[in-house]
């Protein structure tokens, strides 16, 4: 029975991997347009990291458009992998990343062009992206955990309330994920939803603080303020031209800046400073 079971859950595993590496490349290579190329091989990839709403697809989009770069987005059979190989050394790590990635880039066609990976999850990852790709280079966005937090309870991702799953079949909901401390996994389901999202926007933005020295920290209120100096920054980073980044990062809009003042109540204010103001004051945010 529990045999039929595992074989039956391989299987639906096995084609939904498929089916989502076709999807995943069409999606690629539809970015890439015109700059698809045949031959050669771009080791320099960027991957994009921070918490989730922290601005992460907005600059992994702009720099995706870059000459030269294709955004792959995030890669769902990379984000489902996340919780298994977190816990490992980056060394078992780093091949698993690297298969994952390179079987998007070649069925995509773009290979010769500089990835940019925009997954948050890989925040948990970073050692071992870093390491599949010697070349490569992380650019971290950092947002105010407390606007992070309005942005996550508008969506519902970890509410108790909230059903279904995303991109990478991993379910909604009040439920422990994997970046949860161990001794505290029963604690996060019980604790309000603020807390909740503050607790996420602590993890992430301390993971993605793993490898600094390859790491170009960008923090999304300066780019708001002064999208051509940040541009600058992360182009010299990346050794780019700054003249289309700084069109792509003036894009950017400052209405979500402080949003916490106006939708965060008293309480749930306390309940973000207990869990992570210990981090937003290191931040300069409080």
């Not at 698993?96 to 990852?125: F, W």
């Not at 108790?160 to 422990?176: I, K």
């Not at 970046?179 to 993971?207: G, I, M």
């Not at 106006?262 to 869990?275: G, H, I, K, N, W």
Request: glycine share 8%; hydrophobic share 45%; with cysteine.
């Amino acid at each position: 029975m529990h045999d039929g079971l595992a074989l039956v859950h391989a299987v639906r595993q096995a084609s939904w991997a498929a089916s989502t590496y076709g999807t995943t490349a069409v999606r690629v290579a539809l970015r890439g347009g015109n700059r698809l190329r045949l031959g050669g091989h771009e080791e320099r990839l960027v991957f994009v990291v921070g918490s989730p709403r922290s601005g992460t697809t907005f600059v992994g989009g702009s720099l995706g458009s870059q000459p030269g770069f294709v955004d792959l987005g995030e890669v769902p059979l990379l984000k489902a992998a996340v919780a298994q190989l977190a816990p490992l050394p980056e060394e078992e790590q780093a091949p698993r990343v690297r298969r994952i990635l390179e079987r998007v880039r070649r069925l995509a066609l773009v290979r010769r062009l500089r990835g940019v990976e925009q997954t948050p999850e890989m925040s948990y990852l970073l050692r071992g992206a870093l390491r599949a790709y010697p070349a490569a280079t992380a650019v971290h966005i950092v947002r105010d955990g407390r606007d992070v937090v309005c942005s996550l309870l508008e969506r519902g991702w970890l509410s108790a309330s909230r059903d279904g799953s995303d991109d990478a079949n991993q379910p909604y909901g009040a439920h422990a994920r994997f970046w949860v401390e161990p001794e505290r996994r029963e604690e996060f389901a019980r604790v309000s939803d603020a807390r909740r999202a503050a607790w996420a926007w602590r993890r992430y933005v301390t993971a993605a603080r793993a490898v600094p020295e390859r790491t170009v920290e960008l923090r999304y209120e300066q780019l708001v303020a002064d999208p051509e100096a940040a541009a600058d920054r992360v182009t010299a980073a990346l050794g780019a031209v700054p003249g289309p980044l700084r069109n792509a990062f003036s894009a950017a809009h400052g209405s979500s800046v402080g949003r916490w003042r106006r939708e965060l109540s008293a309480e749930q204010l306390a309940d973000v400073e207990a869990e992570a103001g210990e981090l937003l004051a290191e931040l300069g945010y409080v």
